[in-house]
């Protein structure tokens, strides 16, 4: 049988459309692939931005400046026999916060420990990154993103939520040793809000009235 020149080219043209069923099910699998890394991909984006961590518009830190008291906090090793748990912050000359750190301990000793923290973000000073001379700093760990955040304060800096951007570490403070429950509700509904596990949130101790 013969072909002309044109049934010639149209011939081999069809045999390189041709497929065979190795070649087509190998397509599929990179396509269903591709499909795969898409849809992850997206849901990781999603996921990414529903876990995105948002601070208090803006802090002034001379009104921040002071004691606060722990009403509770996310369990944290360090803190584990602490009782009458309580933060002093002041500012200093060079724009850091001294932090002064204190609790008794539930054999009636006192544990206390001093830091610096230094303001991440400027725009809003809600972000810092505080560091201790000890092994607490190994543990928590400076970010350049910061390890103090100020999740929520109200407008008389009464009561704050500070925690960690991984969502480990929350503690729940307030300028009075003992907070009411509905201010409490609140705070703790703005804590899961946020995405912290309130659930395991453990309320501070108290060894006696303050």
């Known amino acids: ?54 601070t208090v518009a803006s802090v002034d830190l001379a009104r921040y400046a002071g004691t606060w008291y722990e009403i509770a906090r996310l369990p944290m090793w360090f803190q584990r026999h602490c009782i009458d748990s309580k ?6 000359p060079d724009n850091k916060i001294g932090v002064h750190n204190e609790c008794v301990t539930d054999t009636g000793g006192l544990d206390q420990v001093d830091g ?55 503690w729940i403070l307030s300028r009075n040793p003992h907070l009411d429950d509905v201010t409490y509700q609140r705070v703790v509904g703005k804590a899961q809000q946020l995405g912290f596990p309130v659930s395991d949130l453990i309320r501070a101790k108290r060894r006696s009235p303050m």
């Open 87 to 92: 933060a002093t912050y002041t500012i200093r």
């Open 116 to 170: 610096i923290a230094t303001i991440v973000d400027t725009q809003t000073n809600a972000k810092l990154a505080v560091t201790f001379d000890n092994f607490f700093a190994r543990l928590v760990g400076p970010s350049r993103d910061g390890n103090y955040w100020i999740l929520d304060l109200d407008m008389d800096y009464q009561t704050a939520l500070v925690g960690t951007q991984n969502r480990r570490y929350l």
């Open 1 to 54: 049988m013969r072909y002309s020149g044109w049934e010639l080219e149209h011939q081999a043209q069809r045999g390189h459309d041709l497929v065979t069923p190795k070649e087509s099910a190998v397509k599929t699998s990179l396509a269903l692939l591709m499909s795969m890394c898409a849809l992850i991909l997206a849901s990781c984006a999603g996921i990414e931005s529903r876990q995105a961590l948002h």
